[in-house]
Every structure is written in C-alpha cells, then in structure tokens.
DNA sequence: GTGAATGTTCATTC
DNA sequence: GGAATGAACATTCA
C-alpha cells in the first residue's frame, strides 16, 4: 500500500492524534519490526516522553522524541503492507501501540518487510536520508531532469529507484507514465526535455491528488482503477492495457497512447 | 499447492 | 562502473 501520498497521510495521522501528548505506554506486540533496538530499548527512548513535528522524505516517515535535548528520532518505514492507526481496537496485524491518555496509535503491518528503526542522534537521521534522492513531492523540473539525464536505464525503474527521486512506487509511476504517454520501457537516455517537462506536471497532479486522499485512489478514469482488470482497456482510448514485469514489478500501460 | 502482492537490499551477471 | 535480473525478507490471499 504506502508510497508517498500514503505516507504522508501517516504523518497527519501522527501529527493530528499523537504530537505533544505524553506517551503512556508502548506495546510491542511482535518485535519482528523493529530494526537495531529492541522492545525494552524503545520503550525506554520512548515511554514518558512525546513526539514532535513528524515530517516525511520519499516514505520514510520520521518522529522525532520531544524534549528535543534526547536528539532521538523514530524512523518508520512501511513495506508494502503497514499503516498508522489511530484506533482504539487491537487488530491482528498490530505490531507496535503507542499508548497516550484518550487513544492509541498502532504501527499495523501484515508482512513485516520493514519497520522501526530508533536514531540516537541526527546523524543517524541524514545518514537515512542521505541515501534517499530528493523527495518527489518536492523536486524541481531542473533536479529531475538532471537526475534522469545522469541515467541510462528504462525509465519505470529509474523513476522507482528511491536514491533517483524519493516516493515513488510501483503504482505511482505507472500511473503518472501513463498520463505523460511515456512507454514504461523507453531509456531516461532517449527522453526529450518536453518529454520530462510532460512526466514533471503529471507527477505533480498525480501525487496532488494522491496525497489528498491519502492513496493513489482507485478511479475508473486512472489507469490505477483499471489494472487490476485483466482484459481492462484504457480509460482514455479504450484500447486494450498492456500487463508485464519490468525491473522485477508488475507493470499496466497502455500500448496505444504510450509507444515505444 | 502456486503465484502474486503499492518495498528495499544484496548478489550475480552481463 | 552501470544496468538488469533474481532472490531474499514474512505473510496472506486468490
């Protein structure tokens, strides 16, 4: 599920529930998601004090631990299949609870590829995000024309690749390709300017309207609301889709209004 | 039982 | 050195 507009949906989560409260509690249901700390070494960093402003690169959410003399900072990646809940029920896939006075927030994930991870200082922090590239929900049309010229690869994974521009997942991208009419396959090398310019504003208009819903929504007039279906056609010329697998994922397009 | 799933990382092989 | 590929991670669901 999470890319970026999830993601950032997270943070609201986090941001809206949670900031400056007093953390009661936490449970760690399965410690199979925490990464380099274990349940006693977060519940230590964490019980007793609150979180600050949560802010977002690519999907990596951070919260950083209030006072801000601890330089602590939770990181949380989602995989493909966490969220942030703000719930008071307790469900199966829970993995992690945040206990504060009126409600509980709960790091959900049914396959635990990724996780929490707890930086100790901010170095840790822009050593995470050092890797990352810039975030794709911030890029300028110059640093993702400089990024993509730097590449010789298929275009679909290059946009994917998080150390390129940071947020972009699997749908996403064949999502914004699609409105830009760029096949998935053709090389970053052979882009024109008015091809990145074209990928550039769909990827604004797309992540715009993600992010406000907080997922890529499902719309019958996305290409997102059709791949699921196996004889789907294109909501914008009715052609047949195209599935495959690029860059080890699965791929929707449209072989009529993106051509080779 | 099999394969696939909106992610990342590592090893291997061009 | 880059780029492409496949496997691995863990788990459920169709």
Known sequence: MPELPDVEGFRRVLADHAVGRRIRDVEVFDSGV???V?????RQALCGRSFGEPWRHGKY???????????????????????LQWTAERHRFDRVAFTFRGGRLAYRDLRKLHGLRLAHDPQEVSQVVSRLGPDAADVSREELQQALSRLRRQVKPALMDQSVVAGLGNLLVDEILWRARINPHRSTADLRPS????LY??????LRQSIAAARVPPRKTWLTGRRDDPSGACPRCGSPLSH???????TTWCPTCQPR
């Open 34 to 36: 925490l990464r380099g």
């Open 38 to 42: 274990n349940a006693a070494g977060l």
């Open 61 to 83: 959410l951070f919260a950083p631990v209030a006072p801000r003399k601890d330089q602590a900072t939770l990181i949380l990646h989602f995989g493909m299949t966490g969220s």
């Open 195 to 198: 091809d990145v310019a074209d």
């Open 201 to 206: 504003s769909r990827m604004r208009t797309v």
């Open 244 to 250: 495959g697998r690029l860059g080890g994922r699965s």
